[in-house]
């Protein structure tokens, strides 16, 4: 490999020099500064509206009325003079018993009266003479009056051989049949009737939201519901709403020890017999209103490390603002809010996730929320 000359080397150093000095006095290109974009967030503009406290409460169904129908005499029945599952009115004979025995007493009383009512009436013209004793009299009045009794008891049996309905309402199964031995008194009944319209609704409450409910109320929070007034609507088992509302009829006067629980009862319609006892249901109650109330979307409610639920809202200067809120309870896809909030506070509910407090923000009317409560 032939050695470079000197005058090589040499022409190379200048080069390398003229070089250097070029980019040296090159001017130097100004560098813009990058902006940062403005986020733009979706906001909606809180507004109060009247507010009403619904309790959703699981309940049973109960029957307005129960009679168990039991013989009041004793004897073969003859004949049952209903279908079961059928609907019986007040007085409706249901059985007949037999009542051969029951017409001879009656008749054996007559008798009996009849010839104690003679004594006695001849013995009242025998004192007036003084021609027997005063206490031979009492006696004849006293056999007179007890055959009176008597005869009273024998027709009483003689009319209980019809067993009657005592209430109107629903007649279940017999649980007696013809030819069947009943004794008076007897612990088995021989039917059972239910009135079912109108219909129990029988629901149970804690105590404790029954105190909180009172606290509402004395700070003002809430105001009471006329008691007259109380409606209370029904959710069926298959999720159906029943179509006719009760009123609430009364709630106990002492709390179960066993579950801390009050229970309320409801009184409601029932003429199509939809209703039967011992069905599960939901009762929608409510319990008080609020004029004024602030009712956020879930949307635009968080939760910072704490637990606690927290907000973002859009101030006057257009930047973002974080509050700390009192959320009580949901109503549907809403959070009642009782502080934090205001009337007329543009609460994010869309990017709230790309934003932070101090962020300045362009605002423009939320799409993600469902307009339905």
Not at 43 to 66: D, N
């Amino acid at each position: 490999m032939p050695v470079p000359s000197l005058r090589c080397i040499a022409v190379y150093a200048v080069l390398s020099v003229a070089l250097l000095m070029a980019g040296c006095n090159k001017p130097e290109q100004e560098i813009a500064p990058v902006e940062a974009a403005v986020q733009r967030v979706g906001i909606i503009t809180l507004q109060s509206e009247s507010w009403e406290q619904v309790s959703e409460l699981p309940g049973r169904t109960t029957a307005f009325r129960v009679a168990e129908v039991r013989p009041q005499v004793s004897g073969i029945i003859l004949k049952r003079m209903f279908e079961e599952g059928s609907e019986v009115e007040a007085g409706q004979q249901l059985y007949q018993i037999d009542p051969a025995i029951y017409q001879a007493n009656l008749q054996n009383a007559q008798a009996q009266v009849l010839s104690s009512r003679s004594l006695a009436e001849r013995y009242e013209q025998l004192i007036k003479r003084q021609a027997i004793s005063r206490q031979q009299y009492d006696e004849a009045r006293a056999a007179s009056l007890q055959a009176d009794a008597a005869l009273q008891k024998a027709q009483i049996e003689l009319r209980y051989t019809r067993v009657l309905a005592p209430i109107e309402g629903r007649i279940g199964r017999s649980l007696a049949s013809e030819g069947a031995l009943v004794t008076s008194g007897q612990a088995g009944e021989l039917a059972s009737i239910q009135q079912i319209d109108p219909i129990y609704v029988d629901v149970v409450r804690s105590s404790r939201e029954l105190l909180q409910l009172r606290s509402d109320m004395a700070e003002g929070r809430l105001q009471m519901v006329d008691a007259e007034a109380a409606e209370v609507s029904l959710i069926l088992e298959d999720g159906s709403r029943y179509a006719h509302t009760g009123r609430l009829e009364f709630s106990e006067v002492s709390v179960d020890p066993g579950t801390g629980s009050v229970t309320l009862r409801a009184l409601f319609p029932n003429p199509e017999r939809l209703l039967l006892p011992g069905m599960f249901v939901r009762a929608q109650l409510v319990a008080g209103r609020q004029e004024q109330a602030i009712l956020a979307p879930q949307q635009g409610i968080t939760r910072n490390p704490r637990g606690q639920p927290v907000a973002l809202v859009v101030n006057s200067d257009g930047v973002v603002e974080q509050r700390l809120l009192r959320a009580e309870r949901t109503d549907g896809n809403r959070w009642l809010v009782s502080e934090g909030l205001d009337v007329g506070d543009q609460l994010i509910t869309e990017g709230v996730q790309h934003v932070r407090p101090g962020d300045p923000v362009e605002t423009q009317p939320a799409q993600n929320l469902d307009n339905t409560h």
